[in-house]
């Protein structure tokens, strides 16, 4: 693929719902990271994942994230019970080795009414 | 926690001046060093990595690191009004760790 693709690319949920949130790296890409970010913020680390190794799960900010990538390619996270304060947009990038370049993708703004 | 500091802004520059925006770092082990910019209502975009002390020059953007002070800097010269955006840093500590971003700083050049 040309890039890293996101979808949805807008998702609006009521609150306590599940969501979920799926990120394509670009192919060969063994680096793959999940940020949110609130309007006018930073970026918050969520997960990280590289090669074959345990992910950095130190970011997830409650038991109601989780997060997986299947065969070392796409990544899917999941948001349990959503509650309004997880309205943000949620940005998946992957790179293609540690401390190298990180490619992003467009983002899924979800909306928790 | 690893903690990547920099003050929010906003920075104003008239255009044609020099832009300096600074952060630091917690992780005194850290090992790689990214400047992103960000323009309202985008992705993140990679402007200048640095690896080792001393400055990086490339064309109008110069990142400068200090390990010993736990600091790095980008400096735009001949700023523009298209330079207007948030530029994050970002830190990688250990080999296998993740990315850390800071907060950013919005920068807005005055034509």
């Known amino acids: 693929g040309a890039g890293v693709s996101q979808s949805p690319s807008n998702k609006v949920t009521e609150k306590g719902k599940d969501v979920e949130l799926r990120c394509d790296p670009i192919?060969?890409?063994?680096?793959l990271y999940w940020y949110r970010q609130s309007l006018g913020q930073g970026l918050e680390f969520l997960i990280y994942?590289?090669?074959?190794?345990?992910?950095?799960k130190s970011g997830l900010p409650s038991d109601r994230f989780s997060a997986e990538r299947t065969g070392g390619s796409v990544s899917t996270l999941t948001i349990q019970r959503t509650q309004q304060e997880d309205s943000a947009v949620y940005l998946c990038?992957?790179?293609?080795?540690?401390?190298?370049?990180?490619?992003f993708g467009s983002g899924t703004q979800l909306s928790v009414l | 926690q690893k903690e990547v500091e920099q003050n929010s802004g906003p920075l104003s520059v008239p255009e044609g001046a020099i832009a300096s925006l600074n952060c630091t770092y917690s992780d005194r082990g850290s090992q790689s060093f990214f400047w992103y910019r960000q323009y309202s209502g985008k992705s993140p975009e990679l402007i200048m990595s640095?690896?080792?002390?001393g400055d990086k020059e490339d064309g109008r953007f110069t990142a400068q690191l200090n390990k010993a002070s736990q600091y790095v800097s980008l400096l735009i010269r001949d700023s523009q009004p298209s330079d207007s955006a948030t530029y994050l840093c970002a830190v990688n500590g250990q080999a296998g760790t993740a990315l850390i971003f800071g907060k950013g700083t919005t920068l807005s050049v005055s034509s």
């Open positions: 994942f590289q090669g074959n190794s345990a992910p950095d």
């Open positions: 640095i690896y080792s002390n």
């Open positions: 990038a992957s790179s293609p080795a540690t401390n190298e370049k990180l490619f």
């Open positions: 192919s060969g890409h063994t680096a």
